[in-house]
């Protein structure tokens, strides 16, 4: 290569200039010699203009409050490197580089790189490891998308049946109960109509009373129920009260696949062998459906309805569980609390509840959950 050196490198700097950097350097020209200027000369009054200590302390803010909010991780990353230049103080290894650059993430993002790196990775994987988990965000966002358009597609196709009128034309069953129901308070008529058996109450038509949710009859709601007062522990219900639903991240083998967070495999559990999803985005452990009558152990009721957040966003209501279900891995008997929830690719999912409980760590680089109990041995798990 073609080295240049003194003032020649001045004049091959100064053609690069364009806009506003063009005509300061012309007024530079008229104020200074710039035909003997030298390069430590010319940084100098670059710096001076453009790099000055207002716009350093500028730059290294900027960088100090620097998150990636609506950015991608490749715009966030390009923007993290031209500021980190002017802040070597606040990333002076590349470890530290790393880790602040993780804590400007996403969470969703954030999360799944520190599931991986656990802090031991360079700066350069990390920012791989970000755009892996971005890729899988946007895989599970389109999908759940997609079957939101769908649901809203099937909705449409029924709407004629929100307009009172079922398939055939005729009046669906609810406008012909309204009808029915509405000759009770129409002139004498009303009085000859026999006393309903579920509500108790004189009307034509199909019943209509809900189940209460508190003693499953029908014919009161919950706060009438007459279990009340034969209890005497009815509890009032409190206003700042905030339901926060259990959450799983992967229901399906595509979700699952997604997810950097997650190692799958098969488990001998109770009588029989289970396709398990190890999953630290869940904070339960779940059980498909479909499954629970192959496990040798009752099922319990849950006294008011269990709510889990789906991938989705929607919540459904668990009103079943299975308690104390053997697991055996690597030789040892765990045990496990399962939730009843409609699984599609697996029959169990295993949580942040049973993780937590024998000290279990994910490591999805190599496929193996690692389990390091108080009172035992450490043993691992191999998907």
Aim: hydrophobic content about 35%.
């Amino acid at each position: 290569m073609l080295r240049v050196d003194g003032n020649d490198r001045v004049k091959c700097a100064s053609y690069m200039l364009r806009k506003d950097a063009r005509i300061w350097w012309e007024v530079v020209e008229q104020t200074k010699d710039v035909d003997t200027m030298n390069w430590d000369d010319f940084k100098r009054v670059f710096n001076e203009k453009y790099y000055n200590s207002a716009v350093l302390a500028a730059k290294v803010d900027e960088f100090t409050g620097l998150v990636q909010g609506s950015l991608t991780v490749t715009e966030y990353a390009q923007k993290f490197d031209r500021l980190a230049k002017f802040a070597p103080d606040l990333v002076p290894t590349d470890r530290v580089r790393a880790h602040r650059f993780v804590e400007g993430l996403k969470p969703m993002v954030a999360r799944d790189v520190e599931i991986v790196s656990r802090g031991q990775f360079s700066y350069a994987q990390v920012v791989e490891m970000a755009l892996t988990a971005e890729r899988s965000e946007n895989k599970i966002w389109k999908e759940n998308a997609a079957r939101r358009e769908s649901k809203k597609g099937g909705a449409n196709s029924n709407d004629h049946k929100k307009r009172g009128q079922d398939q055939s034309g005729q009046p669906s069953q609810d406008k012909r109960y309204k009808s029915d129901n509405d000759q009770r308070f129409n002139g004498s008529s009303g009085r000859n109509i026999p006393e309903c058996p579920k509500c108790t109450k004189r009307h034509l038509g199909e019943c209509r009373a809900k189940a209460c949710y508190k003693c499953g009859k029908e014919g009161h709601i919950k706060r009438n129920c007459p279990l009340w007062g034969q209890t005497g522990n009815r509890a009032e219900p409190k206003k700042d009260d905030k339901y926060v639903p259990a959450r799983v991240f992967a229901i399906t083998q595509a979700e699952a696949e997604a997810s950097p967070s997650v190692v799958s495999g098969q488990i001998p559990m109770a009588n029989t062998t289970c396709k398990v999803l190890f999953d630290s985005g869940a904070t339960h452990s779940f059980i498909a459906s479909t499954i629970v009558n192959h496990i040798n152990a009752p099922s319990e009721l849950f006294t008011v309805g269990f709510g889990t957040m789906l991938p989705s966003g929607e919540v459904v209501i668990s009103r079943n569980w299975l308690r104390g279900i053997p697991v055996r891995i690597d030789g040892r008997e765990l045990f496990v609390d399962l939730i009843v929830l409609d699984l599609f690719d697996f029959d169990v999912i295993l949580g942040m509840d049973f993780l937590t409980k024998y000290g279990a760590s994910i490591d999805c680089k190599q496929k193996k959950v690692v389990f390091t109990p108080e009172d035992g041995e450490t043993f691992e798990f191999r998907g």
